[in-house]
T-cell receptor, first 114, second 113 residues
Framework: NAGVTQTPKFQVLKTGQSMTLQCAQD?????MSWYRQDPGMGLRLIHY???????DQGEVPNGYNVSRSTTEDFPLRLLSAAPSQTSVYFC?????????????FGAGSRLTVL | DAKTTQPTSMDCAEGRAANLPCNHS???????VYWYRQIHSQGPQYIIH???NNETNEMASLIITEDRKSSTLILPHATLRDTAVYYC??????????????FGKGTKLSVIP
């Protein structure tokens, strides 16, 4: 099993451009989430989904959109990139949203906005 | 609000046990304690979790105090590859606390040769 796959690993954008960070899991996990990590900081929750068709906001949702049309995929969209969105982004999933479930993380996507 | 408190950094001699403390004094009865680690800028790696009882797996042991207000992650024989940032988080069994996870800054563990 591949686990949680994130693409691209690296991306450079200009201010105002849009892009989508892809996240796919092959473990049939119901719960998926996106985090961002800034230098010297812990992870901050952007958006999460407890199942296909269901999404909700986390701690820092502004500037990001998500959708969950399938169980496997949870893309993160930046509609108009800003330098403040320069960060490392991690996608994570777990079998369910229950606290008894272990969260599995992807390898990360490093985004630079100029 | 931070749900857990961890020291900013710790050192451990190679081959010795590394004991990483975590304070979670406001933990409720349905919240699990999870430990993850992050090596360089890689994705966080699951280590261990527990609810009430002490737990052990091939990577580490987790000791939870009887009042559940604190816990200690033990790496029995630290190696250089254990140098990482270790995160202690709490995750509720259900509700908002189960899917709105909060990661603090963690403990930077440096294993010294």
């Amino acid at each position: 099993n591949a686990g949680v796959t994130q693409t691209p690993k690296f991306q450079v954008l200009k201010t105002g451009q849009s892009m989508t960070l892809q996240c796919a899991q092959d473990m049939n996990h119901e719960y998926m989430s996106w985090y961002r990590q800034d230098p010297g900081m812990g992870l901050r929750l952007i958006h999460y989904s407890v199942g296909a068709g269901i999404t909700d906001q986390g701690e820092v949702p502004n500037g990001y959109n998500v959708s969950r049309s399938t169980t496997e995929d949870f893309p993160l969209r930046l509609l108009s990139a800003a330098p403040s969105q320069t960060s490392v982004y991690f996608c994570a999933s777990s079998p369910g949203s229950s606290g008894a479930n272990v969260l599995t993380f992807g390898a990360g996507s490093r985004l630079t906005v100029l | 609000d931070a749900k857990t408190t961890q020291p900013t950094s710790m050192d451990c001699a190679e081959g010795r046990a590394a004991n990483l403390p975590c304070n979670h004094s406001t933990i409720s009865g349905n919240e699990y304690v999870y430990w993850y680690r992050q090596i360089h800028s890689q994705g966080p790696q699951y280590i261990i979790h527990g609810l009430k009882n002490n737990e052990t797996n091939e990577m580490a042991s987790l000791i939870i105090t009887e009042d559940r207000k604190s816990s200690t992650l033990i790496l029995p024989h630290a190696t250089l590859r254990d140098t990482a940032v270790y995160y202690c988080i709490v995750r509720a069994l259900s509700g908002a606390g189960s899917y709105q996870l909060t990661f603090g800054k963690g403990t930077k563990l440096s294993v010294i040769p």
